[in-house]
């Protein structure tokens, strides 16, 4: 029977979750590390190396058949996939079809936004498109602490500041992000999100080779409490605690 593991530093890889469960029965263990909260502000080395940590101790506690890394961060700042391990790619060669000027906005996490990942990414891809970065931290935060489950006016605010001056088509690249789509297009009704959790969720699906029953076991690292959110979310699953894979500082 098949697995997966998926993990990331909270709520965000619970919308590569969700996207995996429309499409596969697969048996799915999700780990959000909250003692890592956010991977976005880690230096790259520290982020490189909790990755590769909590990779191992998930391939040897679960056996998981795949682990996702439900992060775009991680995924651009460490050479981490293989045939059993799937990243978050930014989407940008999907946003640049979509684009009318070869330009594309990504939302991304400080790290990203701060360095030229993205920049080299697109180059791999033979991509001649102008890469726009914005910081999108604000909007994470709004997800991972819960802000825009309780306060619609506070998330619609912050969404319309940090998308003032975007146009055209934009990238969620945090896996955060999807979870404030819907918001996002009404705020702004003008611009096209592209969001990659399903291309994640096909990859996935293509590697499962035999159904599980469609479990799904979350367990968290033992920071800030994401239960009560879940909660509103719908999932009503146990979330035991795990420790980290490695020893904070």
Request: proline fraction near 4%; include cysteine; charged fraction near 20%.
């Amino acid at each position: 029977m098949s697995s997966v593991g998926v993990f990331d530093s909270g709520l965000g890889s619970l919308s590569i979750v969700n996207a995996i469960r429309q499409i596969s029965k697969c048996d799915i263990v999700y780990y959000a590390d909250t003692k890592s909260h956010p991977y976005g502000t880690k230096s790259p080395q520290d982020l490189c190396d909790i990755t590769r940590r909590t990779i191992q101790g998930i391939r040897e506690l679960f056996a998981p058949s795949i682990v996702v890394v439900g992060s775009n961060t991680p995924t651009l700042l460490c050479d981490i996939e293989d045939d059993d391990i799937v990243g978050v790619w930014p989407p940008i060669m999907e946003a640049s079809r979509l684009s009318c000027d070869d330009t594309v906005t990504v939302l991304a996490t400080s790290v990203v936004v701060q360095h030229d990942y993205i920049e080299r990414y697109a180059k791999s891809l033979n991509l001649s498109v102008h890469i726009k970065k914005v910081n999108a931290s604000r909007l994470v935060h709004l997800v991972e602490s819960g802000t825009f489950l309780n306060d619609h006016d506070t998330t619609c605010k912050t969404i319309e500041e940090t998308l003032h001056d975007i146009q055209g088509v934009c990238t969620l690249s945090s896996t955060h992000l999807p979870f404030l789509q819907s918001m996002m297009e009404e705020v702004r009704p003008d611009i096209t999100f592209v969001d990659p959790a399903s291309m994640v969720a096909r990859r996935v699906a293509n590697k499962i080779k035999n159904a599980g029953k469609g479990r799904l076991s979350i367990y968290t690292s033992g920071g800030h409490d994401i239960t009560p959110h879940l909660r509103q979310l719908g999932i009503t699953e146990d979330v035991n605690f795990l420790k980290p894979f490695y020893t904070h500082d």
